[in-house]
């Protein structure tokens, strides 16, 4: 395997990274990667329950997407199996998501509070 995809993969990076997103295009993956993140160590999937309102079923069913596309990887100890990220940038993924986020959140807020000064408009009822 190279960078986690396999060596002999023949589809164009872009698709590739398409896949990435849509593994997470979800909000409860969203949610379980920041708790990873914030981990920053192999956490238990009970511990990742206990964080989220998720069942246990939809959780290990967005984990196994989450591992499929190389995001996340597990361990096994006993009868726990153990989440982390799969890549340090990851974390940095997330981070850029939100300041990306933050910015255009307050570009909008600043479009409406220009929107509010204009002066009013007669009606042509």
């Given at each position: 395997?190279?960078?986690?995809?396999?060596?002999?993969?023949?589809?164009?990076?872009?698709?590739?990274?398409?896949?990435?997103?849509?593994?997470?295009?979800?909000?409860?993956?969203?949610?379980?990667?920041?708790?990873?993140?914030?981990?920053?160590?192999?956490?238990?999937?009970?511990?990742?329950?206990?964080?989220?309102?998720l069942?246990?079923?939809?959780?290990?069913?967005?984990?196994?997407?989450?591992?499929?596309?190389y995001?996340?990887?597990?361990?096994?100890?006993?009868n726990?199996?153990?989440?982390?990220?799969?890549?340090?940038?990851?974390?940095?993924?997330?981070?850029?998501?939100?300041?990306?986020?933050?910015?255009?959140?307050?570009?909008?807020q600043?479009?409406?509070?220009?929107?509010?000064?204009?002066?009013?408009?007669?009606?042509?009822?």
């Amino acid at each position: 395997m190279v960078h986690g995809f396999l060596a002999g993969d023949e589809r164009p990076l872009y698709e590739i990274k398409a896949n990435l997103f849509k593994a997470l295009a979800h909000p409860a993956r969203i949610r379980v990667l920041e708790i990873l993140s914030v981990s920053g160590q192999a956490t238990s999937v009970s511990d990742i329950l206990a964080q989220t309102d998720l069942e246990p079923t939809v959780l290990s069913q967005h984990l196994a997407v989450l591992k499929r596309h190389y995001v996340v990887s597990s361990e096994r100890a006993g009868n726990a199996v153990y989440y982390q990220l799969a890549h340090p940038k990851i974390s940095e993924l997330l981070v850029i998501a939100r300041a990306f986020l933050a910015d255009t959140l307050t570009a909008r807020q600043d479009q409406l509070s220009a929107l509010a000064s204009l002066p009013p408009v007669a009606s042509s009822t």
